[in-house]
């Protein structure tokens, strides 16, 4: 027997109550978590009290005024599909990102039998307009239509993968160390540059330049690439094994990868190393020769080279001097 709907109720008013950045701004974390096939949501009701709801795969979503949402799937998948223009369903695979317009029409948050973890940016149109000037103008004139009109509207017809420097950013939110005030002001701060590299950084516009013409299913095949990457980065990968993960020849699945992820397969696995690396060794204190090894160097001065290459500074820099 099916679980009934549950509903989401989008108050503008109330969600951007004790927001950020002229409370034009508002963050979420969300959790999915599913046992024997039932699925339990936390911090997906902003003007509900309960901590988890029990829910089928969907929810429905309203919003009393417009608003503009970046959604990053961490873990887990996510859709949404706005019920009014059922052209625009958003897709958004694990370790992948998006932002797209809410209007005030129905649409629905779609999920899937497992566990996920999001983070969502809920953000005032206006907020984009004064945070970016002319740059909106310039850049984003198909959402300003959207916003006059109030189609709904995605940015990217094929979800992006989640920069691990934007990564590294939405870490430092979740895990934000301060209280009272301070914490304000460095979230405000972190949010600040999240939106703006996000919208407009090097890496982001270079993937957004071009509308990416693929196949579905071949996208989805990729996706499945990226998540065996990103899960065996201690294995040796090798071109010919990842190309039979996706089903395509080499040529294929190398010409494919680096149009949805913009740069080759491998320097995509050694940027992953390195990011996965660096959060050993700051966040877990681990030596740097356990992190290379942890990512599939077995060599600790070849992996300090590459990082040196990657990142623009040794390894050892991460390390705390001992007085």
Known sequence: MNIELLRKEIRVKELFENGYINNSVQFNE???????NTSFIRGADFSNTKLIQQFDSEICVTSDEHLIKFHFSLEGAYNYQPLRHIKYLVQIPENHCNMFYYPTT???????????????????????????????????????????NSNSFVLWDKSKFIPPNIRSKINEIIQCPYKGEIRKTYLESKLTVLLIDFLLGRQTSKLSKNNIKL???DYLAL?????????????????????????FNTTKLKRDFK??????????ITALRMEAAKSLITQDGATIAFA????????????????KRTMGYLPSELKPAVE
């Open 30 to 36: 969300v959790e999915v978590t599913t046992k024997d």
């Open 106 to 148: 129905e649409g629905r948050d779609i999920f899937f039998k497992s566990n996920a973890k999001l983070f969502e940016i809920y953000v005032k149109p206006s907020l984009l307009q004064n945070l970016l000037g002319t740059e909106f103008e310039n850049s984003f004139k198909k959402l300003k239509e959207a916003i006059v």
């Open 215 to 217: 196949l579905n299913s």
């Open 223 to 247: 996706v499945k690439v990226e998540a065996y990457i990103r899960n065996n980065l201690k294995e040796p990968l090798k071109i010919l094994d990842l190309a039979d993960i996706a089903g």
């Open 259 to 268: 149009k949805v992820y913009g740069v080759p397969v491998f320097k995509y």
């Open 292 to 307: 290379a090894y942890e990512v599939g160097y077995a060599n600790p001065q070849h992996f300090t080279t590459a990082f």
